[in-house]
T-cell receptor, first 116, second 115 residues
Framework: AQTVTQSQPEMSVQEAETVTLSCTYD???????LFWYKQPPSRQMILVIR??????QNATENRFSVNFQKAAKSFSLKISDSQLGDAAMYFC?????????????FGKGTHLIIQP | GAGVSQSPRYKVAKRGQDVALRCDPI?????LFWYQQALGQGPEFLTY????????KSGLPSDRFFAERPEGSVSTLKIQRTQQEDSAVYLC?????????????FGQGTRLTVV
């Protein structure tokens, strides 16, 4: 069974600085997706960024980028120019590619605090 | 609808009471998932529907939990004889079918408190 580990329960960063959130995972599959979701106090999970395992190029979405190391099974999220609105819980998630029927496996989350 | 809608947003139930949680997915989304999120934890998979067929219910914690999606659209998660350990946020997510669109879109969840 696949597992996702987020080893940082909480991270704090100054506004406008850069922060990196860590995630490792374990799977026997070779083809899968990895995601970072943001969950503000409203509880709604919002997709931040997605990475296909077969792509070597790291995904980027504006201020958000990932460092995907497939051999090491590592998938970190870098947030540049942190903004107050980035404060939230961040969850790393895994989904096997086969058939599309699998649900997401989530880590325990990292609480990101933005210091003004 | 424009997004995934869940109701109620909050539910307080007395121990032993039955509850029903509703999920209205994005129109046209074939896949529907239910997750349970305990306080301070990540969501955990409960069950999956493709249209009206429940293809995976391996995450349901006990036979007190039952989910249905009779017409392939709205889904209901029912919990019978609620217990305190059922207190959690229940999240619903929907997605298009197939591997080309793996993103799941989530509702705001229902926070269930069993007292």
């Amino acid at each position: 069974a696949q597992t996702v580990t987020q080893s940082q329960p909480e991270m704090s960063v100054q506004e406008a600085e850069t922060v990196t959130l860590s995630c490792t995972y374990d799977t026997s599959e070779s083809d899968y997706y990895l995601f970072w979701y943001k969950q503000p106090p409203s509880r709604q999970m919002i997709l931040v960024i997605r990475q296909e395992a077969y792509k070597q190029q790291n995904a980027t979405e504006n201020r958000f980028s990932v460092n995907f190391q497939k051999a090491a099974k590592s998938f970190s999220l870098k947030i540049s120019d942190s903004q107050l609105g980035d404060a939230a819980m961040y969850f790393c998630a895994y989904k096997a590619r086969r058939g599309g029927a699998d649900g997401l496996t989530f880590g325990k989350g990292t609480h990101l605090i933005i210091q003004p | 609808g424009a997004g995934v809608s869940q109701s109620p947003r909050y539910k307080v139930a007395k121990r032993g009471q039955d509850v029903a949680l509703r999920c209205d997915p994005i129109s046209g989304h074939v896949s529907l998932f239910w997750y349970q999120q305990a306080l301070g934890q990540g969501p955990e998979f409960l069950t999956y529907f493709q249209n009206e067929a429940q293809l995976d219910k391996s995450g349901l914690p006990s036979d007190r939990f039952f989910a249905e999606r009779p017409e392939g659209s709205v889904s209901t998660l029912k919990i019978q004889r609620t217990q305190q350990e059922d207190s959690a946020v229940y999240l619903c997510a929907s997605s298009l079918a197939g591997t080309a669109s793996p993103e799941a879109f989530f509702g705001q969840g229902t926070r269930l408190t069993v007292v």
